[in-house]
C-alpha cells in the first residue's frame, strides 16, 4: 500500500470515530491538493490552537484555494470545523480540516 493510501485510511478512520460520513472521493482530491505535507507529522496537522496558523488556513486555503471573500463567515466556519473534530482531538489532520472546511463552504466545486 502506498504512503498516500495508508494517509487516506487514517483520515476514513478518524472520520468513522467522529461519527462522520465521508465523500471518499471528494477526499482524496482535497489530500492530494495538501501535496507533501500530509506527510510530515508536523505539517500533516492544523494547530488549532494557535491563531497565526488559524491565520495560514484562513488565508491561504480559503481565500486562495476556495476563491472566498474574507468576511466573519471564514472564523465561524474554521470554528465550526475545529467543533467537528474536537478541540482536544491532538489528531486535526490537515486534509480531513481542509474537507470538512470544503463541505461547510459547500466549495466541492473546486476539486471537479
Not at 59 to 78: H, R, S
Not at 90 to 104: D, Q, S
Amino acid at each position: 500500500m502506498s504512503k498516500f493510501q495508508e494517509c487516506l485510511e487514517t483520515y476514513e478512520k478518524e472520520f468513522k470515530k467522529l461519527g462522520i460520513k465521508v465523500d471518499s472521493k471528494l477526499l482524496t482530491k482535497v489530500a492530494k491538493g495538501c501535496g507533501p505535507s500530509i506527510y510530515s507529522k508536523d505539517a500533516s496537522k492544523v494547530s488549532s490552537g494557535d491563531p497565526k496558523e488559524l491565520d495560514r488556513v484562513r488565508k491561504n486555503f480559503l481565500i486562495k484555494k476556495l476563491g472566498l471573500k474574507d468576511t466573519p463567515k471564514l472564523a465561524e466556519g474554521i470554528d465550526a470545523v475545529v467543533g467537528q473534530l474536537g478541540k482536544s482531538n491532538r489528531n486535526k489532520y490537515r486534509a480531513m480540516f481542509y474537507y470538512l472546511l470544503v463541505k461547510h463552504f459547500r466549495k466541492a466545486s473546486v476539486y471537479k
